[in-house]
C-alpha cells in the first residue's frame, strides 16, 4: 500500500509539472539576429542586423558581445531598440591599418524588459580590408664628406611605409659599393635591417661617412630595401650622394 500512495504522488507531481508548463506565460517579445553570416567593407562600419518577434518597448537595451579572430579580443555594445521591426548595429570601426582576415563572433547577450534571445543569437561577421598591403619606400640623401679623418658625418636615411601594420615587422636591406666604398668612404657592418612596430610608419637608418682630405669628386653608394610579405616594393633603392670638400691641388708648373 505504501508503494502505491507514493507512486500516486509523484503521478500528481508530474500532472502539476505539466500543466505548469502548459499554461507557463511564453516570454513577451524575442530577439534575433536576421541571419547567420554577415560581411562588409571596413570603411562602410560592418554590421550585423537583428529583428524580433512580439512587441519591443522602445527602451529596451540590448547588449551584443563581439569577440575578434585572429586575436581574441572582446568588444561589448550596448543600444537601445528603435522603432522599426529590424534593427542594424555596426560592430568595426575602420582604422588605417592593413590587417586582413578579421571576422567576428557576435552573441546576443542580454535583453532588457524581460526579452529573451532566440535563435540564431550568434552570427559571424567577416570584414572586408579596405587597406592596400604596405609599400616600403626609401629616400635619397645627400652629405658632405668631411675633412677629419673618421667618421664626420652621418647618413640618414628615412624608410617609410604606405600604411601601417598591426603587428611588428621589419624590413631587410643591403648596401651596395658604387663609387663610394665600404671601409673608405661610408662604414656599414654588411648587416642590418629596420624595424617597425605595431602602428609606426616611419624608421631610420644612420650610416657613418668617412671623411679625408684627398681631392676625390663626388662620389656615392645605394641602399636596397629587400621587404617580405605582406610588405610589398616601392622605392627600394636609396642614393646617398657624397659631396667632397676637399679643395683640388693645382699642378706644379
Known sequence: MRCAHVTARVFVFLLLALAGSAFAAPPPFTISFTQTQFSGVENEHPSVALTHAGAVPSNTIIQLRAVESPGGGTS????????????????????????????????????????VSAEPITATLTVIDNELPPKASINDVTVVEGTSPGPTSYA??????????????????????????????????????????????????????????????????????????????????????????????????
Request: include cysteine.
Open 76 to 115: 561589448w555594445i550596448t543600444f537601445s531598440w528603435g522603432t522599426s521591426d529590424t534593427q542594424v548595429v555596426s560592430v568595426v570601426q575602420d582604422d588605417p591599418y592593413y590587417n586582413p582576415g578579421r571576422s567576428f563572433a557576435v552573441t546576443i547577450w542580454s535583453v532588457g524588459n524581460g526579452g
Open 156 to 253: 640618414v636615411f628615412t624608410i617609410s611605409l604606405s600604411s601601417p601594420l598591426t603587428e611588428f615587422t621589419d624590413v631587410g636591406l643591403i648596401v651596395h659599393d658604387q663609387s663610394a666604398k665600404n671601409g673608405l668612404d661610408h662604414r656599414w657592418s654588411g648587416q642590418g635591417g629596420v624595424y617597425f612596430y605595431a602602428g609606426q610608419q616611419n624608421a631610420t637608418i644612420s650610416i657613418p661617412i668617412i671623411g679625408d682630405d684627398i681631392p676625390e669628386g663626388t662620389e656615392y653608394f645605394t641602399v636596397e630595401l629587400v621587404p617580405q610579405s605582406p610588405v610589398q616594393p616601392g622605392k627600394t633603392i636609396g642614393i646617398c650622394t657624397i659631396i667632397d670638400d676637399d679643395d683640388a691641388i693645382s699642378p706644379p708648373y
